[in-house]
């Protein structure tokens, strides 16, 4: 397996925040990521919600994710 690496520039990262999740479950559409799958995505395109338990759950759309981690 190759392992890739993505090298983010501090000019292209300073607005954003990224974050690095584990997917708990996907919609029906969803095709490309699947559950216990890492993933990054910028932090403006999803959205926190507290569930009221100690773990936080964030909601995005696929087409926001910018990447699988390994």
């Not at 996907?26 to 403006?44: A, L, M, N, Q, Y």
């Amino acid at each position: 397996m190759m392992m890739l690496k993505v090298l983010l520039p501090k000019s292209a990262v300073k607005f954003e925040r990224y974050q690095i999740r584990e997917i708990v479950s996907t919609g029906v559409e969803v095709r490309k990521v699947k559950p216990r799958k890492k993933v990054i995505f910028s932090d403006i395109n999803a959205y926190e919600v507290d569930l009221g338990i100690d773990t936080r759950h964030v909601f995005c759309k696929e087409s926001d994710l910018l990447a699988e981690v390994d």
